[in-house]
């Protein structure tokens, strides 16, 4: 079985400041890591993703996030806030046998003038 | 290349009624997969389906039901509506995993239209 905790279901920062969503998961086989991003009314879209290889994924707008699987985290980092950035981030796992994604809760990401 | 397209965008059903929704995977994808979204219980996985076959289902019960057809497209039905139906329904589209695809080729990743938002009074 899989499952994805993420800590803390929203995040506020300054425009300008760094983000950081936090994301641990649990796999009882070598994970497939994904963070997806939802805009107000619409599906999810891919951010960045890792399957193997180098552990630093960068992904798009400037996010990029670390596989670390000593500590089972996937953290999303991004060096500075942009107001567009506003959005809910979804972390999700899924095992290298098929496609089912199991998710986390969710972080809403709010981004202050 | 056109993304997944799903229909309708929204709908509005009673108790009791029935609802079909429908995905259009992107051209040469030919798994689709099904999830329920609520502020509940969050992104829920429903169901897979692969050459018109589900490969993989999730903890709903039997009212939920889908289907693919020969040309990738997918339904996925439910009947008797309830209350707790209410919910965006999220489709997506990938390339299957099989032996012959090599590991990090990226063959897990999902893509997602933009949903059908049901709701039910």
């Known amino acids: 079985a899989q499952s994805v905790t993420q800590l803390g279901s929203h995040v506020s920062v300054s425009e300008g400041a760094l983000v950081l969503l936090r994301c641990n998961y649990s796999s009882s086989v070598p994970p497939y890591l994904f963070w997806y991003v939802q805009y107000p009314n619409q599906g999810l879209q891919l951010l960045l993703k890792y399957t193997t290889g180098a552990t630093l994924v960068k992904g798009i707008n400037g996010f990029e996030a670390e596989f670390k699987k000593s500590e089972t985290s996937f953290h999303l980092t991004k060096p500075s806030a942009h107001m567009s950035d506003a959005a809910e981030y979804f972390c999700a796992v899924s095992s290298a046998l098929g496609s089912r994604l199991t998710f986390g809760e969710g972080t809403q990401l709010t981004v202050n003038p | 290349k056109a993304g997944v397209t799903q229909t309708p965008r929204y709908l509005i059903k009673t108790r009791g009624q029935q609802v079909t929704l429908s995905c259009s995977p992107i051209?040469?994808?030919?798994?689709v997969s099904w999830y329920q979204q609520t502020p509940g219980q969050g992104l829920q996985f429903l169901f897979e389906y692969f050459s018109e076959t589900q490969r993989n289902k999730g903890n709903f019960p039997g009212r939920f039901s889908g289907r693919q057809f020969s040309n990738s497209r997918s339904e996925m039905n439910v009947s008797t509506l309830e209350l707790g139906d209410s919910a965006l329904y999220l489709c997506?589209?990938?390339?299957?995993?099989?032996?012959?695809?090599?590991?990090?080729?990226?063959?897990?990743?999902?893509?997602f239209g933009a949903g059908s938002r049901l709701t039910v009074l």
């Open positions: 997506a589209s990938s390339l299957p995993n099989t032996k012959d695809r090599p590991q990090g080729s990226g063959a897990n990743v999902l893509t």
């Open positions: 051209s040469g994808h030919r798994s």
